[in-house]
């Protein structure tokens, strides 16, 4: 059982988990979303998500530990059905979509999302109330892409940054959504057949380094303002998704 061996490979996933660590760490799913697409630049979408969802699990764990007791239930309650439909549907594409679709999706989520950062309206100053078909849609959303690509944090965040919780009763929620979604892709992802003995020997070389990360982002959520880090992400973001955008539609269209 030999992981991959590609140095470029490892040039992208190391800090791949490193971001996905922090977001796990408690620095919401933009982190997260970058990912695949940064994974996506070595290797296929659908075997980047096959060695992130073992890693993924791991996160998890250690992020329950950290916000234990702290969720918002009625946002878990509205969201969590929702993004079980989403899995489904997700499991139901992987049948018939292929790398370069997968691509062009990757791609063109990161440029939406992007977008809706960059033109989106005056910032919220008051909580909204929950809003039960506006949740129930974004959690589909999320379980959706969570599936495809392990990119549910910016559908998630479209609900749950108006309600405006408190910081870490935020971080809290994100992680039991998560760790919920991620334990219900597992059966699926063993019927695709996406661990195999390469994936799952990669996975394991980059656990520790996922630990890290994960108590690093538990760490520094606590101690520092992530705006700026979060505009130098959707830079990154912006620039991968027109790479990935650019990729799909070169092949699909070849």
Excluded at 9 to 20: D, S
Excluded at 91 to 103: E, K, M, P, R, S
Aim: proline share 6%.
């Amino acid at each position: 059982m030999l992981p991959i061996t590609d140095p470029w490979f490892y040039f992208a996933a190391f800090p791949a988990v490193i971001l996905v660590g922090l977001s796990k760490g408690g620095f919401g799913g933009t982190l997260a979303m970058l990912a695949v697409p940064i994974l996506t630049l070595a290797i296929s979408p659908i075997q980047a998500a096959g060695i992130m969802l073992p890693i993924l699990l791991l996160m998890d764990v250690v992020a329950l530990l950290a916000y234990r007791g702290r969720a918002d239930w009625t946002c878990l309650a509205i969201m969590l059905p929702a993004a079980v439909v989403g899995i489904v549907i997700g499991w139901a594409a992987a049948a018939w979509v292929n790398d370069n679709f997968i691509t062009l999706l990757v791609g063109v989520t990161s440029l939406a999302f992007v977008a809706d950062y960059v033109f989106k309206r005056r910032k919220q100053e008051t909580a909204s109330g929950h809003k039960p078909a506006w949740g129930f849609f974004w959690g589909g959303v999320a379980g959706f892409t969570s599936f495809i690509s392990h990119t549910g944090g910016p559908p998630y965040q479209m609900y749950t940054v108006p309600l405006r919780m408190p910081k870490l009763l935020f971080a809290g929620t994100a992680v039991i959504f998560f760790a919920a979604v991620n334990a219900i892709k597992v059966v699926p992802y063993f019927l695709l057949g996406q661990f195999d003995t390469t994936n799952l020997a990669t996975s394991a070389v980059l656990m520790p380094l996922a630990l890290v990360a994960t108590l690093a982002g538990v760490r520094l959520i606590r101690i520092i303002n992530a705006e700026t880090f979060y505009k130098l992400i959707y830079v990154f973001m912006g620039l991968i998704g027109a790479k990935l955008t650019y990729d799909g539609l070169t092949n699909l269209l070849a």
